[in-house]
C-alpha cells in the first residue's frame, strides 16, 4: 500500500491537501491520506467493475425470479455505499502497519530468495490461505450469535447482482477481508503482487455474484463460482468457500451447484414461462417477500 501512498501524495495530495511543512513520513498524515485513499480505491473498484457486470455478464432474466426484490439494485448499492467507510477504518489500521515496515512486504524481485518463482509461489499460497482463513471466518457468521446481528444482512439477496458483493455489514465485511491482509504479515510477498491480488479478490467477490455459472466442465466441483455461491445464498448452509471447493468439502458443506442439475434459478424461470406463457414477469412469489416460497427454500435457520 505504500507504493499507492507514496504516489498520491506526491502527484494528488500533496500539492493540494497538505501545508508544505508537513513531511510524507508523518503518521497523522500517512492515516489520513490512506484513508482517503483506501475509501477511493473501493469506490472505484466496487463501482467500475460491478457496473461492467451488470451490465456486461449479469443476465437480467433473473430480476423476473419471485425472490429478486424490489428495488434491489439500488438497496444493493446503497448499503454497500454505507458500509464501505466503516470496513476501512481497521482495514487502514493494517494498511498503516504496513507503510510503517511491520509486514514482510518487499519491494524488488531481487529481495526474494527465490526470485520469480517465489512470487509465484506466494500468489498460489495467497489464494489457498485466504481461501482457508474466509471460509472458516465465512462459516463462523452463520453461527447463530452471530448471523442474525452481522452476516443476514448479505443473505437479503437471495437472487443477487454484482452489486451486492459487498453489500456487508460492516463487521461482516471486515471479517472476511481478513485473512487478505494478515497473509503479508505473516509471509514475504512482492508489493506490485500484493496490490495485484487486491485488486484480483475484489473482482473476485464481484464476479461469485454475478448470475454467470458458466464454468469449465473439468474445473465445475473445483472452482466456487457463481453457480455454487448462488446455493449458498438460496440454501444458506452450504458452499462458504471464495475460490475452491476444497474446505466445503473438508468440512461437510459442500453442494453440487442446482443450475449443473437443471435446478437452478434460470431453470425455475423456464419452467414457470412453460407453464403459463402469458403471465406476468412478476409471476409467482410477491418481490418484497425474500423468505416467499419458490421451489427454491432457504434453510428455516434463517
Not at 141 to 146: E, T, Y
Not at 174 to 179: I, K
Not at 281 to 287: C, F, L, V
Amino acid at each position: 500500500m505504500d507504493l499507492v501512498l507514496e504516489a498520491a501524495d506526491r502527484h494528488l495530495l500533496t500539492p493540494y491537501d497538505y501545508p508544505a511543512g508537513c513531511p510524507e513520513a508523518e503518521p497523522c498524515r500517512q492515516l489520513l491520506s490512506l484513508f482517503v485513499i483506501t475509501n477511493l480505491g473501493a469506490l472505484v473498484l466496487y463501482l467500475l467493475f460491478g457496473t461492467l457486470s451488470y451490465y456486461f455478464i449479469f443476465d437480467h432474466e433473473l430480476k423476473k425470479h419471485p425472490q429478486f426484490l424490489e428495488n434491489q439494485v439500488s438497496r444493493e448499492i446503497s448499503y454497500a455505499l454505507r458500509s464501505l467507510p466503516w470496513i476501512s477504518v481497521p482495514t487502514v489500521a493494517l494498511f498503516f502497519a504496513e507503510v510503517r515496515g511491520y509486514s514482510k512486504l518487499y519491494d524488488n524481485i531481487e529481495d526474494s530468495p527465490y526470485g520469480w518463482s517465489g512470487v509465484f509461489l506466494s500468489m498460489l499460497s495467497f489464494l489457498f490461505f485466504t481461501d482457508m482463513g474466509i471460509y472458516w471466518i465465512h462459516r463462523g457468521l452463520h453461527h447463530k450469535l452471530f448471523y442474525k446481528r452481522f452476516h443476514k444482512p448479505h443473505h437479503l439477496w437471495k437472487i443477487a447482482t454484482p452489486f451486492a458483493s459487498h453489500a456487508f455489514h460492516p463487521v461482516d465485511g471486515f471479517m472476511q477481508s481478513l485473512p487478505y491482509h494478515i497473509y503479508p504479515f505473516l509471509f514475504p510477498l512482492h508489493k506490485v503482487t500484493y496490490l495485484g491480488l487486491y485488486i484480483f479478490v475484489n473482482v473476485w467477490t464481484i464476479s461469485i455474484h454475478d448470475g454467470d455459472y458458466r464454468v469449465p466442465r473439468p474445473l465445475r466441483h473445483i472452482i466456487n463460482g457463481s453457480a455454487h455461491h448462488t446455493d449458498h445464498h438460496l440454501y444458506f448452509d452450504y458452499n462458504y468457500g471464495q475460490y475452491f471447493t476444497l474446505w466445503d468439502k473438508i468440512g461437510g458443506s459442500y453442494k453440487s451447484p442446482t443450475s449443473f442439475e437443471g435446478k437452478g434459478p434460470h431453470d425455475y424461470l423456464r419452467k414457470l414461462r412453460e407453464k403459463d406463457p402469458g403471465a406476468p414477469n412478476s409471476i409467482g412469489a410477491s418481490k418484497k417477500d425474500p423468505g416467499a416460497s419458490n421451489g427454491t427454500v432457504a434453510s428455516k435457520t434463517e
